[in-house]
């Protein structure tokens, strides 16, 4: 069964501070791969996706993310966080032909300090 | 506006009782999801169906069971089988393979008393 880790669990920043998030899977085959933010009393949304093509992707409000295949990672960086950042960030990650299934990281706790 | 909607978004249960969560979506997706979010733990799935009168386990199905009559619905009852029910409980949907993102409810949760 392919597993998800994300290995820091809480992460604390000032403003302006370079983040980046390890994310690694463990599934020999494609992958599709996900990160998905959840702001303080907010729906979990979509950041960014990796399907195929550029392994460095960008998604919405600055932040993009590496897809590393001889690493099996997908690690999440923004070059210089904000305050609204504060939020909990999960990776996740689907394997074609186990349907739509996704699995998903523990989620990493960010908390931007002014 | 389309998206997903659960009700209610806070429950409280005694301890024996089975409770029944709603999940709606208007986003003519043909798949839906639960998962249950614990602290520390991220997103386990429960259940999941590709389409209407179809669904398979998640990875921690026991104690719970789910239907899926309308292509629009797919409710999750937490039956008192469920060692430890008290969690929050997120739905999603998904457009049907090949594989799309899935969009996701604010969630209900549950409080077992």
């Known amino acids: 069964a392919q597993s998800v880790s994300q290995h820091n669990h809480h992460v604390i920043l000032s403003e302006a501070a370079s983040l980046e998030l390890g994310c690694n899977y463990s599934?020999?085959?494609?992958?599709?791969l996900f990160w998905y933010v959840q702001y303080p009393g907010q729906h979990l949304q979509l950041l960014l996706k990796?399907?195929?093509?550029?392994?460095l992707v960008k998604g919405i409000k600055g932040f993009e993310a590496e897809f590393i295949k001889s690493k099996f990672s997908f690690n999440l960086r923004k070059p210089s966080v904000q305050w609204s950042d504060t939020a909990e960030y999960f990776c996740?990650?689907?394997?074609?032909?186990?349907?739509?299934?996704?699995?998903f990281g523990t989620g990493t706790q960010l908390k931007v300090e002014l | 506006d389309g998206g997903i909607t659960q009700s209610p978004k806070y429950l409280f249960r005694k301890e024996g009782q089975n409770v029944t969560l709603s999940c709606e979506q208007n986003?003519?997706?043909?798949?839906m999801y639960w998962y249950r979010q614990d602290p520390g733990q991220g997103l386990r799935l429960i259940y999941y169906?590709?389409?209407?009168?179809?669904?398979q386990k998640g990875d921690i199905a026991e104690g719970y069971s789910v239907s899926r009559e309308k292509k629009e619905s797919f409710p999750l009852t937490v039956t008192s089988a469920q060692k430890n029910p008290t969690a929050f409980y997120l739905c999603?949907?998904?457009?049907?393979?090949?594989?799309?993102?899935?969009?996701f409810g604010p969630g209900t949760r549950l409080t077992v008393l």
């Open positions: 999603a949907s998904s457009k049907s393979l090949p594989y799309n993102e899935q969009f």
């Open positions: 599934y020999g085959g494609t992958v599709n």
């Open positions: 990796y399907f195929s093509g550029d392994p």
């Open positions: 996740a990650v689907n394997a074609p032909g186990g349907g739509n299934k996704l699995t």
């Open positions: 986003l003519n997706h043909d798949a």
């Open positions: 169906s590709q389409i209407v009168n179809d669904f």
